[in-house]
């Protein structure tokens, strides 16, 4: 069973440009988490979908950030109109476990890092 | 804002158990704690989580006091590949499934 996969592992965007990241959930899981690590700094959580449903995008910057997870394909995280403060490694995880469960454990992917120049 | 204190850094030796604490005196009753650890920027794993009774895996044992407040992730015997960044988390599982909060965790450093 293959483990998240995420896609591309190093990704370079000019200012302006638009950047879209992938991610593949494991295998019958329903659930994916998009995490932000900005340089020297810890793991911050930005959205939580399901299956065609954005549950909680509590942590998405209100512009030029958006995510989706269609009823077939990969989850993607797309940044428009990228700068420099866009640089940074992002994480998907995913679970087949969602609200209402008694666990919780995530599976992370290895992180896209974007370098916005 | 992470409601859990953990140490910034420790060393450890390779072979020996590495003992983390972490505080989390505000932990409410439907709350679990979760251990995540990253490896030098790799995505984080999950090791391992607990309610109130203490927990082991194949990877760690996860001691959680009678009070709930604090507790302690043992390594029974640290390896050079242990050494990375060990983050505890307050988790309302059952609400907000997978929404972990991380907070700046402790550096682990496993010395041969």
């Known amino acids: 069973n293959a483990g998240v996969m995420q896609n591309p592992r190093h990704l370079v965007r000019r200012r302006g440009q638009e950047a879209r990241l992938r991610c593949s959930p494991m295998?019958?899981?329903?659930?994916v988490y998009w995490y932000r690590q900005l340089p020297e700094e810890g793991l911050k959580f930005m959205v939580y979908l399901q299956k065609e449903n954005i549950i909680d995008e509590s942590g998405m910057p209100k512009e030029r950030f958006s995510a989706e997870f269609p009823k077939e394909g990969p989850s993607i995280l797309r940044i428009q109109q990228v700068v420099r403060g866009d640089s940074a490694a992002y994480f998907c995880?995913?679970?087949?476990w969602g609200q209402g469960a008694t666990r919780a454990e995530a599976f992370f992917g290895q992180g896209t890092r974007l370098t916005v120049v | 804002d992470a409601k859990t204190t953990q140490p910034p850094s420790m060393d450890c030796a390779e072979g020996r158990a590495a003992n983390l604490p972490c505080n989390h005196s505000?932990?409410?009753?439907?709350?679990?704690v979760y251990w995540y650890r990253q490896i030098h920027s790799q995505g984080p794993q999950y090791i391992i989580h607990?309610?109130?009774n203490n927990e082991t895996n194949e990877m760690a044992s996860l001691i959680i006091t009678e009070d709930r407040k604090s507790s302690t992730l043992i390594l029974p015997h640290a390896t050079l590949r242990d050494t990375a960044v060990y983050y505890c988390?307050?988790?309302?599982?059952?609400?907000?499934?997978?929404?972990?909060?991380f907070g700046a965790g402790t550096i682990l450093r496993v010395k041969s």
């Open positions: 505000t932990i409410s009753g439907n709350e679990y």
């Open positions: 988390i307050v988790s309302p599982s059952q609400e907000y499934g997978n929404k972990l909060v």
């Open positions: 607990g309610l109130k």
């Open positions: 995880a995913s679970s087949p």
């Open positions: 295998k019958g899981h329903s659930h």
